[in-house]
């Protein structure tokens, strides 16, 4: 069964912190790059991180030095922690495996969680 749950999101300050956290079925998950993506309101879905199977890590500009991905193989989970926070990284953040998961024809996304930064 193909799954992607994305959790910790919530309504933090501007300069606190969360971590978010993914976990996805094994099928998915076993061997691959995970990468996780935000979408706010009236933008395209951004690219932030990824995390290679062995640990290497990549990062938008938008988010360097302020986001660590990381990945635990044993439990098939991602995480994003998230320091530092704006209000401008208020959206709905999403991971993925890359590549994409295709279900039906199309990329598979979970539900994603909500990240609010108050000013």
Do not use: H
């Not at 919530?10 to 061997?31: K, P, Y």
């Not at 530092?84 to 999403?94: H, M």
Request: charged share 15%; net charge positive.
């Amino acid at each position: 069964q193909v799954q992607l749950v994305e959790s910790g999101g919530g309504l933090v300050q501007a300069g606190g912190s969360l971590r978010l956290s993914c976990t996805a079925s094994g099928s998915i998950f076993s061997g691959y790059s995970m990468a996780w993506y935000r979408q706010a309101p009236g933008k395209q879905r951004e690219w932030l991180a990824s995390v290679l199977r062995l640990g290497t890590t990549n990062y938008a500009d938008s988010v360097k030095g302020r986001f660590t991905i990381s990945r635990d193989n044993a439990k098939n989970a991602v995480y994003l922690q998230m320091n530092s926070l704006k209000p401008e990284d208020t959206a709905v953040y999403y991971c993925s495996r890359i590549p994409p998961v295709r279900v039906n024809g199309y990329d598979y996304w979970g539900q994603g969680t909500q990240v609010t930064v108050s000013s």
